[in-house]
């Protein structure tokens, strides 16, 4: 995964999880989290939410279907 970032990138690289989430969304339990991709990653990623106890509300999700 770190063979395509630009040299000199000093931004986070790999997945998001709720270590990373964390440390970089001030206020995170408060924020509208907005999904959109894959079935399988929009899920994933709403179940790593869910386990942060971020209130259904809070979670906004759309699919591109066809796209894997």
């Given at each position: 995964?770190?063979?395509?970032?630009?040299?000199?990138?000093?931004g986070?690289?790999?997945?998001?999880?709720?270590?990373?989430?964390?440390?970089?969304?001030?206020?995170?339990?408060k924020?509208i989290?907005?999904?959109?991709?894959?079935?399988?990653?929009?899920h994933?990623?709403?179940?790593?939410?869910?386990?942060?106890?971020?209130p259904?509300?809070?979670i906004?999700?759309?699919?591109f279907?066809?796209y894997t």
């Amino acid at each position: 995964m770190t063979e395509n970032t630009p040299q000199g990138w000093k931004g986070k690289v790999g997945r998001v999880d709720e270590k990373m989430i964390r440390e970089e969304v001030p206020n995170f339990a408060k924020s509208i989290f907005y999904l959109s991709g894959p079935h399988a990653m929009v899920h994933a990623f709403e179940k790593t939410l869910r386990q942060m106890k971020i209130p259904s509300s809070q979670i906004k999700t759309d699919f591109f279907p066809g796209y894997t």
